[in-house]
């Protein structure tokens, strides 16, 4: 197993064509921050077509003519997906089918975050009981609810692979019980028993009894943890897709009100870096990386 994925960098850079030549690519939350940065990375490359998945259908047009602008020669989409919308994700899906038969690769990027008090520093204060289901069904439960809508089209895909956007606020240090961690690390976990797991969470933050059960008090770190949990049971089993788990680090976005010591564009590397490596690149999945390297969960 390798420990840097800087390493292929090299491989991308001698491949004879683009990386993503004919490829179709799909990243949601792209309208801005590390979204926009990964679109456009993306987008850089020739003869791609990128989709744009954004919950505002102006900003995810804007988001579209900004990157035409600044030189992506690629195909740019933007498609309204809003992942608290069941019917958002179904149009997504028949969107990529219909006009694409296939999807090359998925990056799960879009997320809520509570700064507190607030989320987004845009609405009023929310007591940590009710920021639980918005924050665990939009970043977990959405982010599922999409990538199995999506997992038959990126199986019709020569080199599929599927980039989750984590957080280090998703380390298993965060769970305050052996059992807790013994129970998201078990080999036979499956998406339905994690699934009874994260609703169980969200009941006992409701219940205030969260704490004495051994969870932690961080309802994004809590929906993060969720997302590396599943990226490793559809690694093992989806063995042809490549999937991983990325901590982009602390960047300077909305969800800290620009206080992080990374640039958005910085944040954006390592998703690149694992959505372009080439079909002959050795194959790495189930892995979370930070900063190009793997990293202990």
């Not at 924050?135 to 599929?160: C, D, E, I, K, Y």
């Not at 969200?202 to 932690?216: C, F, L, N, Q, R």
Request: hydrophobic content about 45%; overall charge positive.
């Amino acid at each position: 197993m390798i420990n840097n994925i800087r390493a292929f960098i090299v491989i991308m850079l001698l491949a004879p064509s683009s990386c993503l030549s004919g490829r179709v690519a799909l990243v949601t939350g792209a309208n801005k921050g590390i979204g926009l940065e990964i679109a456009r990375g993306l987008a850089l490359e020739a003869s791609s077509t990128v989709l744009l998945g954004c919950r505002d259908e102006a900003l995810g047009a804007a988001a579209v003519a900004q990157l035409r602008a600044s030189g992506c020669t690629s195909a740019l989409v933007s498609l309204r997906l809003d992942l608290t919308d069941a019917a958002s994700i179904a149009a997504v899906q028949t969107y990529v089918a219909r006009e694409h038969g296939k999807l090359d690769c998925l990056i799960n990027n879009a997320a809520v975050c509570f700064n507190d008090p607030t989320l987004y520093g845009k609405v009023p204060h929310t007591p940590f009981q009710r920021q639980a289901a918005v924050t665990v069904n939009t970043n977990f439960f959405g982010t599922l609810a999409l990538t199995q809508a999506l997992l038959p089209l990126l199986r019709a895909s020569a080199s599929p692979r599927v980039v989750n956007v984590a957080s280090y606020a998703g380390r298993l240090a965060i769970l305050k019980s052996p059992e807790k961690v013994a129970l998201f690390t078990a080999p036979t976990l499956d998406t339905s028993q994690l699934a009874v797991a994260m609703r169980q969470f969200i009941t006992d933050v409701e219940g205030g009894a969260h704490a004495s059960k051994g969870w932690p008090n961080t309802c994004y770190g809590m929906s993060k943890l969720g997302l590396i949990a599943y990226t490793r049971i559809l690694a093992r089993d989806e063995p042809a897709l490549r999937v991983n788990s990325v901590d982009p680090g602390y960047c300077a976005t909305d969800q800290n009100q620009n206080q992080g010591y990374l640039s958005a564009a910085q944040g954006a590397q390592t998703p690149l870096q694992l959505a372009l490596l080439p079909a002959q690149a050795q194959f790495l999945s189930g892995m979370l990386f930070r900063e190009g390297a793997e990293v202990e969960w």
